[in-house]
């Protein structure tokens, strides 16, 4: 089961933290909350390739035809600090698999819950609402959410799609654990809806209900904040590895998340089969 | 209006799942004391940017009924006695749904999550009678021509669309304004300086709602649950709420209703939720509805609901199978006439899947 150790993870990330951070500036001071807590309020997004590949990657016809230019992938640096991603001989072999069934396996096509910590690279905003108790993340895509139990060491009361967070301050960085985790749908599941793992980004990088994330955020600037994660999962990789990447700041005028609720332009697609054409 | 209510003592736990009945907590209620609120005196606790604090975990399930029944057209008070024996009855009356869950079995159930006894006799206070006024003749007519399609369509379930009135994941429709689940109807709310947030159990809605000021959002983007702005009138949160989905259909009016909210703590474990709606192209006048939300502990957990959605697949697959002629039709398996349920079809189905058989192909 889940036999890799804390500490190790504790190692990756103390490799991290030793490693150059993305774009961080080590004399920039956050910015304090009325509670006087470093402030990470605020509508902020990725600007990479990561939801396409965390891998480098070269372009590529994106998956369907008709799209053309339109939806194909463009290339990426990659955001794994210690790359390639450490799979296990036989994790690799599926996760090849799942790529190339990924329109079927893909959560984000269905509209599923995107967990952690895709959601925070997904290429739409994360607003954070903080509290001294609680640091709510909200992404557009689904209306997903997470919360961030701060100081709280409690282990999750049940998997979920989205996990359970428990949140805590070093120095000025919100420091995140994260388990608890859906694998897949429930085994009962109509196999139009099944997903059978959690892809990290569109290639099929993928993890199980093994899955332990710690991720690390930090204002470097007024409108930037530094986003690190180590991703955890016995069942797929052999070791913790690390992503990094900047998360900007949405200086939009009246920002605010809009209402995406994809499972509308999903459910033709997922229900198909089963529906009746009207006057037929 | 807070007069109105009673404050229980903090209701015990409330994580769907592992809460277990506590009766008595209903004759506990019985002796508590009134609200402090109902004095005036009540001092509301301020967040560290020194706003009124609504943070922390709510339920607004009740056994008060949304409209008030008929034969208390003119009754909108219980006396506290009366108030207490008819929490009472609706407890022992209520029925456990069986399609889905025993709600009971995972301490779901309105008095397992912190319902108490009210006072009113309905959550709808005006018009004085309780009721969702009448419709314009407009509004009427425009019902009528929706229902008339909707019989058109048959009884069975044709595309996804017709599956809103069980489990709809893509919004839940009694989010905005509330009109209570029948359980998951909890609470969440979390505040910075200019945000404050409400996120919702069933359906895991997350409702933001700005406090900076800002104006309404263009008119063009319409959503269900709509475009809110948030202020402080004293200790009052008030919002305000346009721009609803024309995919809604809210006692008739199909988005085009206005929303006035106004959320008061009256007491540690009490905030009073009183709504205005409003739409002269639907209703003959606005109404207003009171909610009590109770505080009930923490967490609140994920109702992943378009992600386990199983009730999608067999309502569309029972309806094809149920046209084919190889599922007994509806009205049969609800006289008890036919002895294969939706239910167990699926257990079948799933013993399938389980048992390595591969899923079922048949059309």
Not at chain 2, 301 to 328: I, S, V
């Amino acid at each position: 089961m889940r036999t890799a150790t804390f500490a190790s993870i504790a190692a990756a990330v103390l490799f991290v933290a030793l490693s150059p951070r993305v774009g961080e500036s080590q004399t920039y001071t956050s910015l304090r909350t009325a509670s006087g807590q470093p402030d990470v309020n605020g509508f902020w997004q990725a600007l990479n390739t990561a939801h396409w590949n965390l891998e480098a990657h070269m372009a590529s016809p994106g998956p369907v035809l008709q799209l053309g230019a339109a939806h194909a992938v463009p290339p990426g640096q990659g955001v794994v600090v210690d790359g390639p991603i450490p799979y296990r001989p036989d994790a690799l072999a599926k996760k090849k698999e799942y790529a190339a069934n990924a329109l079927r396996e893909d959560a984000e096509i269905k509209c599923y819950l995107p967990g952690v910590p895709r959601m925070m690279y997904m290429p739409y905003p994360v607003q954070i609402v903080q509290s001294d108790s609680t640091i709510l993340m909200m992404s557009e895509f689904a209306s997903a959410h997470r919360t961030i139990h701060m100081g709280s060491k409690d282990s999750p009361p049940a998997d979920t799609w989205m996990g359970w967070s428990n949140g805590r301050w070093e120095g000025d960085a919100l420091v995140i654990e994260t388990r608890g985790f859906m694998g897949g749908t429930i085994s009962a599941l109509d196999r139009e809806g099944a997903i059978q793992v959690r892809f990290l980004d569109r290639a099929g990088n993928y993890h199980t209900d093994g899955l332990r994330v710690v991720e690390r955020l930090r204002r470097i600037g007024p409108d930037h904040l530094s986003y690190q994660a180590t991703i955890e999962d016995p069942n797929v990789y052999t070791r913790p590895w690390t992503i990094s990447m900047p998360l900007y700041r949405r200086l939009d005028a009246n920002m605010q998340l809009g209402e995406f609720k994809c499972e509308e332009f999903v459910s033709d697609l997922v229900y198909g089969k089963y529906q009746r054409t009207p006057d037929k | 209006m807070n007069a109105f209510l009673f404050a229980g003592r903090q209701a015990a736990g409330v994580i769907v799942a592992t809460t277990s009945v506590v009766l008595t907590s209903v004759i506990g209620i019985a002796q508590d004391r009134p609200s402090p609120a109902t004095n005036g005196s009540y001092k509301v606790p301020r967040t560290p940017d020194g706003q009124p604090d609504f943070q922390g975990y709510w339920t607004n399930l009740t056994y008060t009924p949304f409209e008030r029944p008929r034969a208390l057209a003119n009754k909108p008070f219980y006396t506290e006695q009366e108030a207490i024996e008819a929490f009472k009855k609706a407890v022992s009356d209520s029925t456990d749904q069986i399609v889905h869950y025993v709600n009971s079995d995972f301490g779901a159930t309105p008095v397992q999550t912190g319902a108490r006894p009210n006072r009113r006799t309905s959550l709808l206070i005006d018009p004085p009678d309780g009721r969702v006024p009448p419709l314009t003749p407009a509004a009427e007519k425009r019902e009528a021509t929706r229902l008339a399609a909707q019989k058109a369509r048959g009884p069975l379930a044709q595309t996804w669309k017709d599956d809103r009135g069980t489990v709809w994941c893509v919004f839940h429709d009694r989010a905005v304004p509330s009109i209570v689940a029948p359980y998951g109807s909890n609470y969440h709310i979390v505040q910075s300086r200019d945000w404050i947030v409400m996120t919702y159990e069933w359906n895991t809605e997350h409702r933001i709602i700005p406090l900076d000021g800002r104006p309404h959002g263009p008119a063009a983007v319409r959503t269900y649950a709509g475009d809110a702005r948030g202020h402080w009138e004293g200790d009052t949160l008030v919002v305000e709420t346009t721009n609803f989905s024309p995919n809604r259909n809210f006692f008739g009016s199909e988005g085009t209703f206005t929303l006035v909210e106004r959320f008061t703590r009256t007491a540690d474990d009490t905030i009073v939720h009183t709504y205005t709606v409003e739409d002269a192209s639907t209703w003959t006048r606005p109404w207003t509805v009171e909610l009590p939300m109770h505080r009930i502990n923490g967490p609140m957990l994920e109702y992943a609901c378009n992600e386990n959605n199983q009730d999608g697949f067999a309502t569309l697959k029972n309806a094809r199978a149920q046209e084919a002629g190889t599922l007994a039709p509806m009205d049969a398996i609800k006289r008890g006439d036919a002895k294969a349920t939706i239910t167990e079809r699926e257990e079948q189905g799933a013993a399938k899947v389980l048992g390595g058989e591969g899923q079922d192909e048949k059309k």
